[in-house]
């Protein structure tokens, strides 16, 4: 598989914007669950959106309605808007796939996942 690689990520003051995106090539066409992950020093690994066939998305609490998940199969990318970052956003944020049929929360279930591209740093201050 081609790896995935994350971009886009840097530093911002709270209520700030960014865009990551995630090359993806041989995922998006596929029958493949797309995700992005955070981990923050100090703590586990933790889903944030995910998204099956750039149609069916799932969010954790904590980012729904401030971050939007799509994929561009025309690009082979997959993509992360953050808007109204807070500081508690800050951390490593890593793009990553699976072909596990997945149900329920298990979509954003980090260790459902199998692919993993090497993460991008997003950093959210006061």
């Known amino acids: 598989q081609v790896p995935l690689v994350e971009s886009g990520g840097g530093s911002v003051q709270a209520g700030g914007s960014l865009r990551l995106s995630c090359a993806a090539s041989g995922y998006t066409s596929g029958h493949y669950w797309l995700g992005w992950f955070r981990q923050a020093p100090g703590k586990e690994r933790e889903g944030v959106a995910t998204?099956?066939?750039?149609?069916?998305?799932y969010y954790s609490d904590s980012v729904k309605g401030r971050f939007t998940i799509s994929q561009d199969n025309a690009k082979n990318a997959l993509y992360l808007q953050m808007d109204s970052l807070k500081p508690e956003d800050t951390a490593m944020y890593y793009c990553?796939?699976?072909?596990?049929?997945?149900?329920?929360?298990?979509?954003?279930?980090?260790?459902?996942?199998?692919?993993w591209g090497r993460g991008t740093q997003v950093t959210v201050s006061s």
């Open positions: 990553a796939a699976t072909r596990a049929i997945l149900i329920g929360s298990q979509r954003i279930n980090p260790r459902r996942y199998d692919y």
């Open positions: 998204i099956y066939r750039g149609i069916d998305r």
